[in-house]
């Protein structure tokens, strides 16, 4: 059974930064196109990074210049450097590997960012 598992999401304050990662287990990871969403209170879930098989990334605007989304395929590992963080960042964090007809999902990790 494929497994995504997010980690490092917790409380920060405004300006502060946090990494989190995404473990996957039981995919050919180096395959998939991986990738960060966040879902706030009340809103849709929205894309916030791109990581493709190649390397290439994409970043939503809001995000652009602060985050940075990296992968480690030896690792099976995607991480999310977070810096400069708002309030409005605040939100549940997935992570997603997609492969073709392949589509998961990880639990989520909680960010909040308040002072």
């Known amino acids: 059974q494929v497994q995504l598992v997010e980690s490092g999401g917790g409380l920060v304050q405004p300006g502060g930064s946090l990494r989190l990662s995404c473990a996957a287990s039981?995919?050919?990871?180096?395959?998939?196109?991986m990738a960060w969403y966040r879902q706030a209170p009340g809103k849709e879930r929205e894309l916030v990074a791109v990581i493709i098989d190649s390397g290439i990334t994409n970043y939503a605007d809001s995000v652009q210049g602060r985050f940075i989304i990296s992968r480690d395929n030896v690792k099976k590992t995607m991480y999310l450097q977070m810096n400069s963080l708002k309030p409005e960042d605040t939100a549940v964090y997935y992570c997603n590997a997609k492969f073709r007809d392949s589509n998961y999902w990880g639990q989520g990790t909680q960010v909040t960012v308040s002072s």
């Open positions: 039981r995919i050919s990871f180096s395959l998939f196109d």
